[in-house]
C-alpha cells in the first residue's frame, strides 16, 4: 500500500502505529470527518499521511489541539488566510494576533452600529429632511512638507461641500493623496436628503478607491503599486448633516462645547494594540517602532484590509471640526489641539496655528489639516 506523507510537523513524525484514521481523529478532536476534510482541502490542517490508493487520511494525535483552535477561530468569524497565520505562532503570539482581531472586530462593529442607528431613525419618522440652507460651514486648509521630508505627499482640500485631508505613501503617495480627494469633489454635490446620504458616502468610498487605484496604475515610480497608497478622512457636508469617509490613521475631531472629541478610529497596527490592551496611548506616542504600520489603507490592488468607515453626524451652529494627517496628530497632544482650536477666532486662523504647533514639534512628517466652521446663515 503507497502512502504519501503530506506535512511534517516539525516534531519529528511518529511511527504509523501512533497516527490515527480520519474518523477516530474526528472523535477525539470534537470535530465532524467532513469538517477535517473541508480544512485539508482549505490548506488550514494536513494530515500527516494520506493513503495515495484508497484516499485514506491519517493524523497525529498532537494535531487535535490546532484542530480544535481552527474550529473555535472559524466561529468567530476569523478569515480563512488569518487562521493560518494564527495557527503558525506560538501560543502567546497567537492570543496576541487574536486580541487584535478581536479589537479590529468590535471597532467595526461600532461603526456598522452607528449606521444602523442612524438608518433606525430614518426608516421610523415620517418625516423628511427638508432643512436646508439654514446652516452652513466657514473652511480653510493648508498643507506643508515639514522639516524633514524633502517631498509632501499629503493633500487637504477645504470647500462648500467638501473637507479631507489624505496621506500618502509608497512612491506614488503623492499621485494617491490627490487623487482620493479630487474624486470626491464631484460627489460631493449639493444638499440631499438624510435617505440619500449613504449612498452618497458609498459612491464617495467607491470613487476614491477607484481613483487611487487609476493613479497608481499609471505612475512608473520606484514602487509597485502595491507598495503606494493613501489614507482618506473626508467630511461631506449636505445642508444639515455631515457624512464621513475614513480610511487609514488621518483623523478627524470635533470641537464642541468646549470639549475636543475623536471621531474616527485609527486603522492601525498600533491602534489595534491600543485596543486590546497590549499597549498604552502613551507607549504608542513615545516609542513604538511600528507606529505607521497601517491595517486598513486605499492602495493600488483597492482598499487594504477593509473598506472606509461611513459615518453620518448632526451638525450643529458653534461645531468646529478639524480633519489632520499623522503629521499633526502624533506629534501635538490632543490638549495643545484643543487649545488652538477653541482659542482661534476663525478656521483660518486654526489652520495657521495648528501648523505652528506641528513646526514647534519639529514637523518630522508632512502636515495637513482643514478647519470647518458650522455656522447659522
Request: hydrophobic share 45%.
Amino acid at each position: 500500500m503507497r502512502r504519501h506523507e503530506v506535512t511534517d510537523q516539525g516534531h519529528g513524525r511518529p511511527p504509523e502505529a501512533a497516527l490515527m484514521m480520519i474518523g477516530a481523529f474526528a472523535r477525539l478532536s470534537r470535530l465532524s470527518a467532513k469538517a477535517l476534510r473541508r480544512y485539508d482541502e482549505l490548506g488550514l490542517l494536513k494530515p500527516v499521511l494520506v493513503d495515495l490508493v484508497n484516499g485514506y487520511r491519517y493524523y497525529d494525535p498532537a494535531q487535535a489541539r490546532t484542530a480544535r483552535l481552527v474550529a473555535w477561530l472559524r466561529r468567530i468569524g476569523m478569515p480563512l488566510a488569518r487562521i493560518t497565520e494564527v495557527i503558525a505562532l506560538d501560543d502567546g503570539a497567537a492570543a496576541a494576533a487574536i486580541r487584535g482581531y478581536w479589537a479590529q472586530v468590535e471597532a467595526e462593529t461600532a461603526a456598522r452600529r452607528d449606521l444602523a442607528a442612524f438608518l433606525i431613525d430614518q426608516l421610523s419618522t415620517e418625516e423628511a429632511m427638508t432643512q436646508v440652507g439654514t446652516l452652513g460651514i466657514r473652511y480653510a486648509a493648508r498643507t506643508e512638507t515639514g522639516a524633514v521630508r524633502e517631498t509632501n505627499q499629503d493633500a487637504a482640500y477645504a470647500g462648500a461641500r467638501l473637507l479631507a485631508v489624505a496621506d500618502g505613501f509608497g512612491a506614488g503617495g503623492a499621485g494617491a493623496s490627490t487623487a482620493a480627494i479630487e474624486a470626491l469633489k464631484p460627489v460631493a454635490r449639493g444638499a440631499v436628503p438624510a435617505a440619500e446620504l449613504l449612498n452618497l458616502l458609498h459612491d464617495a468610498a467607491e470613487q476614491a478607491a477607484r481613483a487611487v487605484r487609476d493613479a497608481l496604475a499609471g505612475s512608473d515610480g520606484s514602487g509597485t503599486p502595491d507598495e503606494s497608497g493613501t489614507t482618506l478622512t473626508a467630511l461631506m457636508w449636505t445642508g444639515a448633516q455631515l457624512g464621513l469617509v475614513h480610511i487609514g490613521d488621518s483623523r478627524a475631531y470635533l470641537l464642541r462645547g468646549g470639549e475636543l472629541l475623536r471621531i474616527t478610529h485609527d486603522h492601525s497596527l498600533v491602534q489595534s494594540m491600543i485596543d486590546d490592551g497590549s499597549l498604552t496611548e502613551e507607549e504608542a506616542v513615545v516609542s513604538h517602532p511600528q507606529r505607521a504600520l497601517l491595517l486598513r489603507a486605499l492602495s493600488g490592488s483597492g482598499p487594504a484590509g477593509s473598506g472606509p468607515d461611513l459615518d453620518v453626524r448632526d451638525a450643529r451652529p458653534g461645531d468646529r471640526y478639524l480633519l489632520c494627517s499623522d503629521g499633526l496628530s502624533a506629534v501635538v497632544a490632543g490638549t495643545d489641539l484643543a487649545r488652538v482650536l477653541a482659542g482661534a477666532d476663525g478656521p483660518g486662523t486654526a489652520v495657521r496655528g495648528l501648523l505652528g504647533l506641528a513646526a514647534e514639534a519639529g514637523a518630522p512628517d508632512n502636515v495637513a489639516c482643514a478647519v470647518a466652521d458650522v455656522v447659522a446663515l
